[in-house]
C-alpha cells in the first residue's frame, strides 16, 4: 500500500513518456494529455485522503531500509502541494492548446509539460537530500525545455541565462550535499535531522545551512537572488509562465520550509533572523520592481517576489502563526499566481499588446474578464474576505508575537503596493475609452475558463478557510515537531 | 590525500569562477564542465579515501569503500552530462541566431 | 573536401567492433559488477558515432535505419516499466529480483530484473547522445 506515494510522480511520468511516440498527432496527444492530468488530479486527492485518514505514508523503493535507500514521504504537507500542483496542472493543460501554436504543441509541449509535474511532485514528496536535487533537476530539465518552445531569438538568449545560472546553483547544491554528508553521515533527511541534534560543533552546520538557503533562494528568487526571475517568466508562452510562477519558485520555497523546520534549527538567531530581513528587502525590491515597469506580465512576475518575501518571513519567525501563514500563503500563491498569468496573458492576446501605455477601455469588450481581473488582484492583495487576507493575517500575528514591528510594518505596506501596482493595470488596461480593436467573444471565453476555475478556487479558499484551516493547523504541528517525521520515517 | 584532493577540487572551482566570468559563452560552458568536475572530486573526498576494497560485495570480503558518494557521483555525472550537451546545443542555437557568442551583446533591452 | 582518413577508416572498422562488443558486456555485466547501462551505452554511442566519423553520415544512416530521437522514449519506457512491475508483485517501488537459470549453449546464467532496467538505461543514453551528436553535426 505503500506504493500510493509515489504514484503522482510515475503517472505524469509515464504519460510524458508516452506523449513522445505520437507527438505529431495532437488532436490524440491533447485528449491523452486532459484525460491523464484529471487521472492523477484524482490519484492526488485519493492519496490525500487516504493520507488524512491513515497518517503519513512511507515508501522505501527498492525494498531498501529507512536510512540506506531512498523514501518517499507522503505527509500532509507534501500531498497538499501535490494536490495544489495537480490542479494548477489542470487548469494549464485546458489552456495550452488556446495559447500555444500548432508548431509548439508538436515540439514535445506535452512531454515537458508532465515533466515538470513529476519533477515538482517528486520534489515535494521525497525523504531524501540528494533526491531532492535529482527531482530539482528533472523540473529544471522539462523547464528549460519549456522557455525554448518557439524557439525565437529572445527565448533563446534568454535561457541561456537562465541555465546557466541554475547549473550554478545545482551544483552548489551538490557541493553542499556532499558537506552535509561529511558531518553527518546520511543523505536521509529525518536521520539527518535526528543527528543534526548530536553534533558538537554546530559552526559548520549553520554555514552549511546558509549556502544550502542560497541554493534554495537561487530557486526561490529571494532577494539578492530573484534577478533572473522577471525575464525569464516572461519570455515563454503564458501558460508556460503560469506553471513556472505558479510552482517553480514555490518548490525552493517549500525546500526552505522543509529544510529548515526539520533540520537546521540549531542556530536560528543567524539563520532565521538573516530569513526575516532577506524577507522584508524581498517584499520591498520586489513590489518596486513591479510598480517599475509597463509591461502587463512582467508587473505579475515581479508579483512573484514579494509573495516569497511573505512566506519566508512565517519560516524566518518559525511560530506557530507565522509557519501556519506560510503555508496558507503557499497554497494560496500557487493558486492565484497561476490564474493572474492566465488572465494576463488572456488580456495580452485579446489586445494584441502587453504594453499597458498602448491598451485602454478592455472592459467595454470583455467585462468578465475585467471583474475577474479586479477580484484577482484583491485576492493578491490580500484583501478580506479573500485567501490571500487569511495568509497575511496569520503571518502579521506571527510576527507580532514576536514583537518584530518592522516587518509587520514593511508587510502592511507591501500589500497595499501590491495592490496599487495591480491596480494600475485595471485602471490603464480596463479603463478608458471603448477601443477599437477587433472582438474576439468565443475565443475570451474559452481562454477564461480555466482561470474562472482558479479564481474560482482561490475565492472558496479563502472564504472557506474555516474548513481548510484546520489542516493548516495540522500541518504546523507536524512541521514545528520534528520528532513526527523523523519516527513516521525511521519507524523508531 | 583528502587535503590534496580538497585543494584540487577548491582549484578546480577557482578556475571554474573564472571562466564563467568571461565574455565568451564557449568559456563560460569550460567553466560549468569544471565546476562539475570540481563538485564531483568533491563527493568523492567527502565520503574518505582509501577505506577499503571496492563496494562489491562478494564472499568473505574484508572493509569496504563507502558506495554512498560513489552512487552520488554516478547519478550527478548523468545530470551533468544532459545538462551540458543541452547547453551546448542552446548555445549553439542561441549564438547562430543572434549572431554573437558575447555575453555582453547578448544583455538584451527592456522594451522587446 | 575529402581527406585521406585511409587510417582512420581502416583502425575504425577495427575499433569499432571492440567498442561495440565491450559496451555490451559493460551493459550485461551491470546489475553485479563494473558496467551498467550508462557506460555502456556511451561506449556504444561513441563507436557509432566513430563510425558517422569515418564512413559518413549517408551511409551510416543507411546502414542503422534507427531513429535515435525515438530511441530515447523506448529506453525510458523500459525503465520506468521496470519499476512498474513491483505494482503487480505488491513489492516497494523499484524492488528487483534475481535468478539463476539453465539457458542452451550458454549454461547456468545468472539473470536480474535491475539488467532490464539497465537496458532501458542503456537505450535512453544512446538515444540522447546520438540525437544531440547529429543535432549539432547536421546544421552546418
Known amino acids: ?492 | 590525500m583528502e587535503i590534496i584532493m580538497a585543494v584540487l577540487a577548491g582549484l578546480l572551482f577557482a578556475t571554474a569562477i573564472y571562466n564563467l566570468l568571461q565574455k565568451q559563452i564557449l568559456r563560460i560552458i569550460i567553466g560549468t564542465v569544471l565546476l562539475s568536475h570540481g563538485a564531483h572530486l568533491f563527493i568523492l573526498t567527502m565520503g574518505k579515501l582509501k577505506r577499503g576494497d571496492p563496494p562489491i560485495i562478494v564472499e568473505g570480503a574484508g572493509p569496504f569503500t563507502d558506495p554512498l558518494p560513489q552512487a552520488l557521483i554516478l547519478t550527478s555525472i548523468v545530470i551533468s552530462f544532459g545538462v551540458t550537451s543541452f547547453l551546448l546545443v542552446l548555445a549553439y542555437r542561441a549564438s547562430t541566431l543572434n549572431k554573437t557568442d558575447n555575453m555582453e551583446e547578448l544583455r538584451g533591452s527592456e522594451h522587446e | ?140
Open chain 3, 1 to 140: 573536401m575529402r581527406t585521406n582518413d585511409l587510417i582512420f577508416r581502416t583502425t575504425t572498422s577495427l575499433i569499432a567492433f571492440i567498442l561495440l562488443g565491450f559496451s555490451f558486456y559493460l551493459l550485461l555485466a551491470g546489475h553485479n559488477a563494473p558496467g551498467g547501462g550508462f557506460i555502456g551505452g556511451l561506449m556504444t554511442a561513441a563507436a557509432i558515432l566513430l563510425m558517422y566519423m569515418a564512413y559518413g553520415f549517408e551511409a551510416i544512416r543507411k546502414i542503422i535505419p534507427v531513429n535515435f530521437k525515438m530511441v530515447i522514449p523506448t529506453g525510458l519506457f523500459i525503465a520506468v516499466l521496470t519499476g512498474i512491475g513491483s505494482f503487480v508483485f505488491d513489492q516497494p517501488f523499484l524492488s528487483q529480483t534475481y535468478g539463476h537459470f539453465h539457458l542452451p549453449i550458454l549454461g547456468d546464467v545468472e539473470l536480474a530484473t535491475a539488467m532490464i532496467f539497465d537496458l532501458g538505461v542503456y537505450l535512453t543514453v544512446v538515444g540522447v547522445t546520438l540525437t544531440i551528436m547529429l543535432t549539432i553535426a547536421n546544421d552546418s
Open chain 1, 1 to 492: 500500500m505503500s506504493n500510493i506515494a509515489v504514484l503522482p510522480i510515475l503517472i505524469p511520468l509515464v504519460a510524458g513518456i508516452i506523449t513522445i511516440f505520437f507527438h505529431k498527432k495532437i488532436k490524440a496527444v491533447r485528449f491523452f494529455a486532459k484525460l491523464v492530468t484529471l487521472l492523477n488530479l484524482g490519484v492526488a486527492v485519493w492519496i490525500g485522503y487516504y493520507v488524512i485518514q491513515n497518517g503519513t505514508v512511507v515508501l522505501e523503493t527498492g525494498d531498501w531500509v529507512a536510512p540506506y535507500g531512498i523514501v518517499m514521504v507522503a505527509d500532509r504537507l507534501a500531498i497538499f502541494l501535490v494536490i495544489t500542483t495537480n490542479i494548477i496542472a489542470t487548469a494549464c493543460v485546458f489552456f495550452a492548446q488556446h495559447s500555444l501554436s500548432l508548431k509548439q504543441e508538436q515540439f514535445y509541449f506535452y512531454t515537458f509539460y508532465f515533466l515538470l509535474i513529476t519533477g515538482v511532485s517528486g520534489a515535494f514528496l521525497t525523504g531524501d537530500l540528494f533526491n531532492l536535487f535529482v527531482f530539482y533537476e528533472v523540473l529544471l530539465m522539462a523547464s528549460y525545455g519549456l522557455v525554448i518552445l518557439g524557439g525565437e531569438r529572445v527565448q533563446l538568449r534568454e535561457s541561456l541565462k537562465y541555465v546557466l545560472l541554475n547549473l550554478f546553483s545545482s551544483m552548489l547544491f551538490v557541493t553542499t550535499v556532499a558537506f552535509l554528508y561529511s558531518v553527518v553521515g546520511t543523505i536521509n533527511m529525518a536521520q539527518i535531522a535526528q543527528r543534526v541534534q548530536e553534533v558538537e560543533q554546530t559552526g559548520i552546520l549553520t554555514t552549511i545551512g546558509i549556502v544550502l538557503f542560497f541554493v534554495f533562494a537561487t530557486k526561490g528568487a529571494i532577494f539578492p537572488l530573484y534577478f533572473w526571475l522577471p525575464k525569464s517568466y516572461i519570455v515563454p508562452n503564458t501558460v508556460v509562465s503560469a506553471l513556472f510562477g505558479a510552482l517553480l519558485t514555490k518548490v525552493g520555497i517549500y525546500s526552505i520550509l522543509r529544510t529548515f523546520t526539520l533540520m537546521f534549527t540549531n542556530d536560528t538567531g543567524v539563520t532565521h533572523e538573516l530569513f526575516i530581513w532577506l524577507a522584508a528587502l524581498s517584499m520591498l525590491f520586489g513590489v518596486i520592481g513591479a510598480l517599475s515597469t509597463n509591461n502587463i506580465k512582467l508587473i505579475i512576475a515581479y508579483n512573484i517576489i514579494p509573495a516569497v518575501g511573505f512566506m519566508l518571513m512565517g519560516i524566518g519567525l518559525l511560530n506557530d502563526a507565522g509557519i501556519s501563514g506560510s503555508v496558507y500563503y503557499l497554497i494560496h500563491d500557487m493558486i492565484i499566481k497561476a490564474a493572474l498569468f492566465l488572465m494576463v496573458g488572456a488580456l495580452a492576446y485579446l489586445a494584441g499588446t502587453s504594453d499597458l501605455t498602448k491598451m485602454k477601455g478592455m472592459i467595454h469588450h470583455y467585462p468578465l474578464l475585467g471583474w475577474m481581473f479586479f477580484i484577482g488582484s484583491l485576492v493578491l492583495a490580500g484583501i478580506p474576505p479573500f485567501s490571500g487576507f487569511i495568509g497575511k493575517l496569520l503571518l502579521l500575528r506571527g510576527g507580532i508575537e514576536e514583537e518584530r514591528f518592522v516587518i509587520v510594518v514593511i508587510g502592511l505596506l507591501t500589500s497595499l503596493l501590491i495592490l496599487l501596482s495591480m491596480m494600475r493595470i485595471f485602471m490603464r488596461g480596463f479603463w478608458g475609452e471603448k477601443p477599437d480593436i477587433k472582438v474576439q467573444p468565443k475565443q475570451a471565453r474559452k481562454l477564461m475558463m480555466p482561470a474562472v476555475f482558479l479564481l474560482t478556487l482561490s475565492i472558496i479558499l479563502g472564504i472557506g478557510a474555516e474548513w481548510f484551516y484546520p489542516h493548516v493547523d495540522t500541518i504546523t504541528t507536524e512541521l514545528l515537531d520534528q520528532g513526527s517525521y523523523i519516527d513516521s520515517v525511521l519507524k523508531e
